[in-house]
């Protein structure tokens, strides 16, 4: 997965996806989960510190900069747990 910058409002929510250099601004109500993390699948042992299972997951709804005539592009960005900061899980762009 890769990491992502995400800019967030004052509520937390995100408003601005960084991705490769380029800024993709939210351009519709972002969604919120939660998901269980398959820790043992990656690590032996849970790591040290790290008592919680679940990882928030965004879907965002954002186009490619201010161009309010670009294309919503559907991205799915989950919270990593250990640094806090981002990855991208998926990336759609709309069709129509």
Do not use: C, Y
Not at 18 to 33: D, H, I, L, M, Q
């Amino acid at each position: 997965m890769e990491h992502v910058i995400v800019k967030t409002g004052p509520d937390g929510h995100p408003r601005a996806v960084v991705r490769g250099g380029r800024e993709w601004v939210v351009g519709a109500e972002p969604v919120r989960w939660f998901e269980r993390v398959s820790w043992w699948e990656a690590e032996r042992r849970m790591p040290k510190g790290l008592s919680r299972v679940d990882v928030e997951v965004w879907q965002v709804q954002a186009r490619l900069g201010r161009n309010s005539g670009s294309a919503l592009t559907t991205m799915e960005i989950i919270r990593d747990g250990l640094g806090g900061g981002w990855r991208l899980r998926d990336a759609v762009a709309d069709a129509a």
